[in-house]
């Protein structure tokens, strides 16, 4: 049987051919990593694609320039920076690495920036001469609120992907330096720990699913790469070395998860399948690389947001992230 096709059916096929276009050209898109490194004498904010290539500097500063995260949109990194005096502020630039402003100005240290999903606060980490609590702020620095009050350092906030929940490490437990990771809702409500461990715990990464919370670990009398769920159950180890493995942080497909490790003499960036498989070395330098943060770039940002994964090609959705195979 033949088909008709009116006009109001080829109107409506020319608008989802204009609105894939981008998805198409985009595809390909180099997913981005930044990372701090000491290869200029002073820790500095770099960025890379995610085969490693295309390394550049976005800062240049005498002191040092730590932490990169990632705004939610792909525009913005936020970082944390001892150009005030050595004094650690939290400070936001555009994805160039221009544009370069302070949020936070307090006679405390502040580091560790942490986006919300929604990119419309900061959760970090902030002390002084006591200990450093878990803090969350606006996007432009304003309305500052504590989450945590503990005699202990706690670190490392981690938002989860759906925003109710931040992931932190905290030293609260009764031993010095023994490092867990804890969980509380966004408001600091319903605080728990993860990890109840004799050794140290650190550096909370949440999958982009938010089933999953990637963690380093001292257990073995090393640092290695851990994985969990998120009500931390199932506890399995992804790294097994001599030498350090720290800082994982998950690709936006949840396929990968770069670390850091000391393993060819001296810090660089690694990347692993998300079940510890097929590792490789991103960075080689004779100075140390840290603090690998993964993005992967948005676009057609008047629809709903996007994020790619260039080796399966497949289109996800960012935040829930429900990946269509192509």
């Known amino acids: 049987m033949q088909r008709r096709y009116t006009l109001a059916h080829f109107i409506l096929i020319g608008v989802v051919v204009l609105g894939l276009t981008p998805l198409m050209v985009a595809v390909d898109a180099q997913a981005q990593i930044a990372f701090m490194s000491y290869r200029d004498g002073t820790p500095e904010i770099y960025v890379m694609d995610a085969s490693g290539k295309n390394q550049r500097r976005l800062t240049t500063n005498i002191w040092e320039d730590l932490q990169p995260a990632w705004s939610p949109d792909g525009k913005r990194i936020a970082f944390s920076s001892g150009r005030n005096g050595r004094k650690y502020d939290i400070?936001?630039?555009n994805a160039d690495g221009s544009n370069q402003q302070r949020l936070t100005e307090n006679p405390a240290r502040e580091w560790f920036p942490s986006w919300s999903p929604d990119g419309k606060r900061i959760a970090f980490s902030s002390g002084g001469h006591g200990?450093?609590?878990?803090?969350v702020m606006d996007a432009d620095g304003s309305n500052q609120q504590r989450l945590t009050e503990d005699l202990d350092n706690d670190?490392?906030?981690s938002w989860s992907p759906n925003g109710e929940r931040i992931a932190f490490m905290s030293d609260r437990n009764d031993n010095l330096w023994d490092f867990g990771i804890y969980v509380m809702d966004a408001d600091g409500g319903n605080l728990q720990n993860l990890t109840d461990n004799a050794q140290e715990d650190r550096s909370p990464s949440w999958s982009p699913d938010g089933e999953r919370i990637a963690f380093s670990s001292r257990r073995d009398k090393n640092y290695e790469i851990y994985v969990m769920d998120a009500d931390g159950s199932n506890q399995q180890r992804l790294t097994k070395h001599a030498e350090y493995d720290l800082d994982p942080s998950w690709s936006p497909d949840g396929e990968q998860i770069t670390f850091v490790s000391d393993r060819n003499g001296n810090f660089e960036i690694?990347?692993?399948?998300?079940d510890g498989g097929n590792r490789r070395r991103l960075t080689k330098h004779r100075q140390d690389d840290f603090s690998p943060a993964w993005f992967v770039p948005t676009f057609a940002a008047e629809v709903a947001p996007f994020a790619v994964a260039p080796a399966g090609k497949k289109f996800t959705m960012?935040?829930?992230l429900k990946q269509v195979d192509k």
């Open 131 to 135: 200990p450093d609590e878990i803090y």
């Open 155 to 157: 670190w490392h906030p």
């Open 91 to 93: 400070y936001v630039m």
């Open 318 to 320: 960012w935040g829930w």
């Open 270 to 274: 690694y990347v692993m399948d998300a």
